[in-house]
């Protein structure tokens, strides 16, 4: 198959335009040798010596968010003890957006370069972006119930990342609801990039309309509104949470690399070395 | 620390069921989920072993 015919249209008309960035030279010398490295046999010898750091330093720095969060700061002056979901909350939220936005990234990665890694590693990324939403959602509502006096209000801010739950369930529903891996993989694609534009309305929604919902915890135009270690407390917890993120996608995408690629010869050779380390332990 | 006893810890004046019950399901969820993600990866290796063998 010529190369050319494998790029999504819009790709091949770009390419047309004479610029260096769809060049021929370009592709082979810089972005092929690129995605060859991103091979998922590389990528599994990787991330097989990186997950053991990426669980330690989660642990380390929820033990720290914790203890600063609990046991350092102080009681909030109007809300009391309730105020100490925000550690979870926050960073759960902040989690669930981000991990939108790498997941379609990705995704559209896969599909429009071909690159089957990018593909594998958008589809593992989901069920954890759905984890963290589900659990904003649900911190927000037991932080609502005592400040607010109500579990949920149809409010922008709610509304808008209960849509990035459903969001994440319809791409795992139709990636997993077709057979053909490469196609689930470009259908996914295309819905993550139609949904990714409810992002910024979840980011900007407590500006844009009146919401119930207090406005946003950091900004980068202000001074944080909060105390020092409460802040440090939640930085540290959003640090757990990445190196959690981290550590959960790699583990969930080594088990897709090694379900899509059982027929090469490199998973193979290592299926062999698998069933010597398991018969050691057994 | 603010705390006088270990039960007014768990009190967390009078928020306790709000605030853990935060806590609660973020623990389960990030117990859970690499869980089930290493099941799957070893599954994956079994099935891959199995092939194997049958060459």
Known sequence: VPRLQRLPRCVYRLRKVDCCIFSDAF???LLKPFFTFAAPSRFYALTNKLLPWLWVTAILFALAGLYLGFLVAPTDATQGEAYRIIFIHVPAAW???LLYVVMAGWAVIGWAFNARLASMVARAIAPTGAMFTFLALWSGALWGKPTWGAWWVWDARLTSELILLFLYVGYMALTESIDDVRRADHAGALLAL?????VPIIYFSVRWWNTLHQG???SMSAAPKMADTMLNAMLLMTVACWAYAFAVVFQRTRAIVLEREAHTEWALALGSTMA???KVRS | ???TSLGDFMAMGGYGLYVWGSYALALAFMLI????ASRRHQRAARALDQTNSQD
């Open chain 1, 216 to 218: 946003a915890t950091i």
């Open chain 1, 276 to 278: 010597k380390v398991a």
């Open chain 2, 1 to 3: 620390m603010r705390w």
């Open chain 1, 194 to 198: 139609v949904g990714a534009v409810n």
């Open chain 1, 95 to 97: 989690m669930s957006m």
């Open chain 1, 27 to 29: 592709w082979d010398q």
């Open chain 2, 33 to 36: 989920e690499p869980w089930l």
